[in-house]
């Protein structure tokens, strides 16, 4: 046989150098795939990291690059600030306060601050005709009868008239007689207020009657309202011209008509003595500061 009639044979390093080439590109192709396949399967992990109902929603204006046009300074006032009432509408609001300005575009808080005096006028909040914040109250008026000895409707209440001395002194004489037409007719309070206006004496008709009547005397009342808005009350039973007693106290209110802030307080300076006397005053939806008559002498208000 002639060997040389055969095809020759694949040289060793031919066949294993052709399998070495497919296994290269086997390694690198590899890596690639599973990259993909990764790639693939990420948006499906994404989600599984979020709620099923995550919506980022439309750009906002911060997204847009908003330009704080509109801004707005909020105020929040801490350590005791103080209240100054303006006007039946609002109040001035002033202290220390962290101050925060923020867009009203896109709420973002711009600047934060601590001030050590800050102001900011507010409006009030009203409770039972008043402001708890500033003490601001409204004035209610006061419905008065327009004669002597007379109610008005459904009022329960009367308007004394007394005479008055070249001094500005007024003073009040009444009757057990007239204590008891009074009561009779439906009066609960009778006012001796004099002709300044802006203090006044209440009494209880039905205890001044009952004692009068027990007594026999008449109740006399003396009133002088000052210039400095301090206010002389003198009062007592008499018979025959005569100072016997001292009525009940209890049946006898004074009232101050004066818009003040709270807390009040009424200092007596009782007549014949160095003495002063305080009581804390109570505010009426009349319109009025009222304390109970302690003794003959001049009361004020004192804030």
Same mark, same amino acid.
């Given at each position: 046989?002639?060997?040389?009639?055969?095809?020759?044979?694949?040289?060793?390093?031919? !066949?294993?150098? =052709?399998?070495?080439?497919?296994?290269?590109?086997?390694?690198?192709?590899?890596?690639?795939?599973?990259?993909? +396949?990764?790639?693939?399967? !990420? /948006?499906?992990?994404?989600?599984?990291?979020?709620?099923? $109902?995550?919506?980022?929603?439309?750009?906002?204006?911060?997204?847009?690059?908003?330009?704080?046009?509109?801004?707005?300074?909020?105020?929040?006032?801490?350590?005791?600030?103080? *209240?100054?009432?303006?006007?039946? #509408?609002?109040?001035?609001?002033?202290?220390?306060?962290?101050?925060? %300005?923020?867009?009203?575009?896109?709420?973002?808080?711009?600047?934060?601050?601590?001030?050590?005096?800050?102001?900011?006028?507010?409006?009030?909040?009203?409770? #039972?005709?008043?402001?708890?914040?500033? =003490?601001?109250?409204?004035?209610?008026?006061?419905?008065?009868?327009?004669?002597? =000895?007379?109610?008005?409707?459904?009022?329960?209440?009367?308007?004394?008239?007394?005479?008055?001395?070249?001094?500005?002194?007024?003073? !009040?004489?009444?009757?057990?007689? $007239?204590?008891?037409?009074?009561?009779?007719?439906?009066?609960?309070?009778?006012?001796?207020? /004099?002709?300044?206006?802006?203090?006044?004496?209440? +009494? $209880?008709?039905?205890?001044?009657?009952? &004692?009068?009547?027990?007594?026999?005397? #008449?109740?006399?009342?003396?009133? +002088?309202? &000052?210039?400095?808005?301090? !206010?002389?009350?003198? +009062?007592?039973?008499?018979?025959?011209?005569?100072?016997?007693?001292? /009525?009940?106290?209890?049946?006898?209110?004074?009232?101050?008509?004066?818009?003040?802030?709270? /807390?009040? &307080? %009424?200092?007596?300076?009782?007549?014949?003595?160095?003495?002063?006397?305080?009581?804390?005053?109570?505010? #009426? $939806?009349?319109?009025?500061?009222?304390?109970? *008559?302690?003794?003959?002498?001049?009361?004020?208000?004192?804030?």
């Amino acid at each position: 046989m002639d060997y040389r009639s055969l095809p020759a044979p694949v040289a060793n390093h031919d !066949f294993f150098g =052709g399998h070495s080439r497919f296994y290269m590109k086997m390694k690198c192709f590899v890596p690639v795939l599973l990259a993909l +396949l990764l790639l693939l399967a !990420f /948006p499906t992990l994404a989600e599984e990291d979020y709620p099923e $109902d995550w919506d980022l929603g439309p750009a906002t204006p911060t997204d847009l690059a908003c330009a704080h046009e509109h801004t707005e300074a909020v105020y929040y006032f801490y350590d005791s600030p103080s *209240y100054t009432p303006m006007d039946e #509408n609002i109040h001035k609001v002033s202290g220390t306060a962290y101050v925060e %300005v923020r867009c009203l575009d896109c709420g973002e808080i711009l600047i934060t601050e601590e001030e050590t005096y800050a102001e900011e006028i507010r409006p009030h909040t009203f409770k #039972n005709n008043a402001c708890p914040l500033c =003490g601001f109250r409204l004035r209610v008026k006061e419905t008065e009868p327009p004669a002597a =000895g007379s109610s008005a409707s459904g009022s329960g209440q009367a308007l004394l008239h007394g005479e008055s001395s070249a001094s500005g002194l007024e003073s !009040f004489t009444l009757s057990n007689a $007239d204590l008891a037409e009074m009561e009779s007719g439906g009066v609960v309070t009778a006012l001796a207020r /004099p002709a300044r206006g802006r203090a006044a004496v209440a +009494l $209880d008709v039905k205890r001044m009657q009952a &004692q009068t009547r027990t007594s026999g005397m #008449n109740l006399c009342l003396d009133l +002088l309202e &000052q210039e400095d808005g301090s !206010f002389f009350v003198g +009062l007592w039973l008499e018979k025959d011209g005569k100072k016997l007693s001292l /009525p009940d106290k209890a049946g006898v209110t004074l009232r101050f008509y004066e818009e003040k802030t709270p /807390p009040l &307080q %009424v200092t007596l300076s009782p007549s014949g003595s160095d003495e002063l006397r305080e009581a804390d005053a109570v505010w #009426n $939806d009349g319109g009025f500061w009222s304390v109970t *008559y302690q003794a003959e002498g001049t009361y004020f208000l004192k804030q």
